[in-house]
């Protein structure tokens, strides 16, 4: 149903090529113009489509204080309004932010052929409507048979159903402060890539969750069978498939001479027919002792940090799980690094997950892939490379990942202190709650679609709302995130119970 919603008027020397006015028709319906509806107007170039902008309410009653200071004076106001009845002098203006001149298929006024700029105004006395909600769907770029189901775009309520290849071959980032929904988010994600119909094409998931948010999947019947919870505890690097550099990557005291007299010996344990597939550090550091030959304040040092690595509890004569055997599509995969306080160790287990992950789905033994980092400024701070052991890898899967089908989602309530590199090469942003203005500052030097007005939007969105932009869609659009369908069971529980529960173990 087509729908009127005004007429283009002149008004403060608009209309130009960026923006027009319209006067909003009063209504006998219960359709309500407001702020974000998208309209469009038959301009001299073809299809113009706009968003609402503003809308300013004017009553010349009310426009002159005499006639103010008259009607809040007066005994009996309602005489006044009586004689000069002031509903008939209001009237509402719609500023409308000009979008781009739609070009059509054979004329069809239902598939867009392409987008293109305004070079010229709309024009005065021209009819405006509301642009129609499939007309809507493909000029924002939304995918309603096969997208990702997040929830309701705001104002006109459709479905924001995203196209899956348009949000996640070319990374996306969820951003928002702590408490602002990120978690949620995800889930709802997850939802929607692990129930998908096995024909549309659905990837991998790999999950680096922090804090134990997401292992409530595993208890899901619907989902069980494609969730695989990994406890980092038994977590095992593969000693004999170390690159050498690791050891330099993993222990940064090491130096260049010890790395290659550690070269010298690892070479001697691959030649034993019995340890070369088989040895692990405290293998190496047995080797080194026995060695007679060479310096040996050399051999002592790199014993002090091979002992190091050693004591990490991370190495072994196997990996532990083996990765080849467990990343399957449309399957999850979480590693739980709830109980893990050490930040180096978690680096580590990230950097080599996520070089281990690469390096096969560039040779074609693991299906493509999403990964998702929650926290992902403690494993890709925009600091120094000395302080995070994962950040190069990370980086390396944002700038070359979308040619191997390698995908990225950065979750982090930080941005400032989230890699420049890797958060720019993030095309999509989810961005919720934001309220800290160097935070929104980084977010827009990393981004040129988030300007200052948007800013100031990220930072009044309420909970279960978010702004999402780039490569996912063509046009930034605020959605309300649905509710997810699975709950977990300690969602519920306040600080309160918590409290009780405590008390009451104590008790027994």
């Known amino acids: 149903m087509v729908i009127k919603a005004g007429i283009v008027f002149n008004y403060l020397q608009l209309p130009d090529v960026s923006q027009f006015p319209f006067v909003i028709s009063k209504r006998t319906d219960k359709f309500f113009i407001q702020k974000g509806l998208f309209v469009y107007t038959e301009s001299n170039e073809g299809f113009l489509i706009g968003i609402i902008d503003r809308i300013i309410l004017l009553n010349e009653y009310f426009s002159d204080a005499l006639t103010i200071k008259a009607y809040n004076t007066n005994n009996n106001p309602n005489i006044l309004k009586g004689l000069f009845p002031s509903e008939d002098f209001e009237f509402a203006i719609a500023i409308v932010k000009c979008l781009g001149i739609i070009k059509f298929k054979n004329n069809s006024k239902t598939n867009i052929d392409k987008i293109l700029r ?178 040996k304040s050399t051999r002592q040092a790199l014993i002090g940090w091979l002992s190091d690595l050693e004591r990490l509890t991370l190495f072994g004569p196997q990996e532990n799980p083996i990765l080849d055997n467990i990343i399957e599509k449309q399957k999850i995969t979480i590693f739980n690094l709830q109980k893990e306080i050490s930040i180096r160790k978690k680096q580590i287990i990230v950097d080599y997950i996520c070089n281990r992950l690469f390096y096969l789905r560039r040779l074609n033994k693991v299906p493509p892939f999403l990964l998702i980092i929650e926290e992902a400024h403690q494993f890709c701070p925009e600091a120094a490379h000395s302080k995070a052991i994962s950040k190069p890898i990370i980086e390396m899967i944002a700038r070359e990942g979308r040619k191997f089908m390698s995908c990225l989602c950065l979750i982090s309530q930080r941005p400032k202190r989230l890699s420049t590199t890797a958060l720019s090469q993030c095309n999509s942003k989810m961005v919720l709650n934001i309220k800290n203005p160097y935070d929104l500052k980084h977010l827009m030097d990393s981004s040129e679609a988030i300007t200052k007005e948007y800013a100031n939007m990220i930072s009044s969105l309420g909970v279960g709302e978010m702004l999402l932009m780039g490569a996912a869609i063509n046009y930034p659009i605020f959605v309300d995130i649905r509710e997810r369908e699975y709950r977990s069971d300690t969602e519920e529980i306040s600080l309160a119970q918590i409290c009780l529960n405590w008390q009451n173990k104590q008790l027994k």
């Open 118 to 295: 305004m070079t010229y105004p709309a024009s005065p006395g021209r009819e405006v409507y509301i642009v129609e909600e499939d007309l809507l769907n493909e000029f924002i770029g939304l995918d309603k048979e096969k997208g990702l189901n997040l929830g309701k775009v705001k104002v006109t309520n459709t479905n924001a159903k995203i196209n899956m290849n348009r949000l996640l071959n070319k990374h996306y980032a969820i951003l928002s402060i702590s408490g602002g929904g990120k978690s949620y988010l995800t889930s709802v994600l997850i939802e929607e890539l692990l129930k998908r119909e096995e024909d549309y094409g659905t990837p991998a998931i790999i999950l680096f969750d922090v804090h134990g948010e997401y292992l409530y999947l595993n208890k899901v019947p619907e989902l069980k069978e494609r969730v695989s919870i990994q406890d980092i505890s038994y977590f095992q690097i593969s000693v004999p498939k170390m690159p050498i550099y690791f050891f330099k990557k993993y222990q940064e005291d090491i130096s260049n001479v010890q790395v290659r007299e550690l070269a010298k010996f690892i070479k001697k344990l691959k030649r034993d027919e019995k340890k070369k597939n088989q040895y692990t550090i405290g293998d190496i550091i047995e080797l080194i002792e026995n060695e007679l030959d060479g310096n």
